[in-house]
């Protein structure tokens, strides 16, 4: 009994990262990709209002749980089919802001269509990202799909699918839930909800307050997690993928965040939401929250943020450059993978 006590005492005196078996090098890859991300995205806005490129849809806010979700799944082995905020998942995963900026300026040598889609379609078959389609929500069932030839093929793969709260209002997700819940798939539904689809307000299209309420009607789980924190995103990612690889089903899980920025380059958000309203929400920023703890834990100290932001600009301003002088797609392409080809 006096050996559990202390046992149990050592394991409170654990930080949360140290629980969840992350080390100090774990958190600060974590936080270099989220700082990235920002940086990128920052960059990409400024690209847009340049004229540089012609629309840009932005993930400033949602970088904590993209990227937990991302740490939280293996490479190589797992699939994601992300959503077109998901810039700081698929950084994690491992596409280059190279890649990202081509797709951005449309040029030639971009991984996820050919520069045949809009940006923030990502895409790339060696890293096992597949690329969505522009209608809202078409991304659930088609994750369905791959999680069924998984299991199909007994494959030891987990497939993720990421998603706005608005996209739990269409068919498409009520669709796949159900099937997936009925045959027990490895799938991971991900909802990103950060209250507003496009304009219109969560309470202006449910009547319910949580959308991890939804689950249990098609037979497995639901879980609301703080979308700021990255580390509670972790736990409840590592727990969803878990299930899904031992062959539990899938899990819905609804991560709560804010993007604090308007939808996207074509939106003017002051017309359904005010700016304290905005600036409320800036306060609970997930960068600035996760780089307070990596400084309580002694992990991260002035020096080790200014590297990591002189890292990130470096990246930016070497892919920027990149992305700029690269050439744009031959015409002979513009029907590839289009129509067949003779």
């Known amino acids: 009994m006096a050996k559990a006590a202390t046992k149990e005492k050592t394991e409170a005196k654990k930080a949360k990262h140290e629980t969840l078996g992350l080390t100090a090098e774990d958190l600060k890859q974590i936080y270099a990709t989220m700082v990235l991300s920002r940086v990128l ?5 400024v690209l847009q209002r340049q004229g540089k490129a ?12 993209q990227v937990a979700a991302a740490r939280a799944m293996e490479k190589g ?4 089919h992300p959503y077109y905020r998901d810039m700081a998942m698929v950084l994690f995963w491992g596409m280059t802001p190279k890649e990202l900026l081509l797709s951005l300026l449309a040029k030639a040598g971009e991984p996820a269509s050919g520069a045949h889609q809009m940006p923030a379609h990502y895409g790339h078959r060696k890293l096992n990202i597949v690329s969505g389609s522009s209608p809202v929500a078409t991304q659930i069932p088609q994750a369905v799909g791959i999680a069924l030839a998984s299991k199909i093929r007994k494959e030891d793969a987990v497939t993720l699918v990421a998603f706005g709260e608005g996209a739990t209002s269409k068919g498409d997700f009520h669709e796949a839930a159900n099937f997936a819940g009925i045959h027990k798939l490895p799938v991971v539904f991900l909802c990103e909800n950060n209250l507003y689809a496009i304009s219109v307000h969560q309470s202006k299209q449910m009547a319910i307050e949580d959308v991890a309420d939804r689950a249990p009607g098609y037979g497995f789980p639901g879980v609301v997690v703080d979308g700021n924190d990255v580390l509670a995103c972790y736990e409840v990612m590592r727990i969803a993928v878990d299930r899904a690889r031992k062959g539990e089903g899938p899990t819905l899980v609804e991560a709560k965040t804010y993007r ?3 939808h996207s380059s074509d939106d003017d958000d002051r017309t359904y939401r005010s700016r304290e309203e905005v600036e409320e929400w800036k306060k609970r920023d997930p960068i600035p929250r996760f780089r307070a703890y990596l400084q309580e834990q002694g992990i991260l100290d002035a020096q080790g943020e200014r ?3 002189s890292w990130a600009a470096k990246q930016v301003d070497e892919a920027t450059e990149f992305a700029e002088k690269a050439p744009l797609p031959d015409p002979s392409e513009a029907f590839k993978n289009v129509y067949a080809e003779e």
Do not use: C, N, T, Y
């Not at 995205?41 to 806005?45: A, I, N, Q």
């Not at 082995?77 to 994601?80: I, P």
């Open 41 to 45: 995205d920052e960059r990409m806005w």
């Open 54 to 65: 012609a629309f840009h849809i932005s993930g400033m806010g949602h970088e904590a749980l």
């Open 77 to 80: 082995k797992d699939f994601l």
């Open 260 to 262: 604090i920025v308007p």
């Open 307 to 309: 590297e990591i932001r």
